[in-house]
């Protein structure tokens, strides 16, 4: 199974804001080129991010973004669900429809396999990726240089 570049993001951001020092929240913007990733898709993921209280952005002066501690919490497995949405590893029902799908045993092997794959990533949580050992690299590969 291959993540959308979406979620592959989505899973960056989150990491990179565990590793900040609270005391300085990044703008969207310094997240972006930390991340190697264009502001705007930054933005959007940022704003999904927000709807599922992973992320708090506060506007203006003193503001940035923040990780919330229900988003340290996340299940990544949950998280990966929530960001993919509920779609077929493969697409029977597209146009024109599989000719086999009324006797093909694939689809629900691949839905369980799907499932197996998120299951896996359950018990792992956002704080389990940015913990030692892995942590100081992760500081070092996503904080810019401070000016």
């Given amino acids: 199974m291959r993540l959308t570049k979406f979620t592959d993001l989505a899973l960056r951001v989150t990491m990179r804001l565990a590793v900040v020092d609270t005391a300085v929240a990044p703008t969207s913007r310094e997240v972006a080129e ?3 990733a264009p502001y705007t898709h930054v933005a959007k993921v940022v704003s999904r991010l927000q709807h599922l209280g992973v992320v708090e952005a506060r506007r203006g002066r ?3 973004l923040e990780i919330t501690s229900a988003g340290r919490r996340a299940s990544v497995g949950r998280l990966v669900r929530e960001l993919e949405g509920s779609g077929e590893v493969v697409g029977c029902e597209d146009s024109p429809p599989c000719p086999l799908r009324a006797a093909c045993r694939l689809r629900a092997a691949l839905r369980d396999a799907q499932e197996a794959f998120y299951a896996s990533l359950d018990p792992l949580t956002i704080q389990d ?3 030692d050992p892995a942590r100081p690299g992760l500081v070092n590969l996503l904080m810019p240089a401070r000016r």
């Fill in 34 to 36: 930390s991340v190697a």
């Fill in 129 to 131: 990726l940015v913990g």
């Fill in 62 to 64: 003193g503001g940035g």
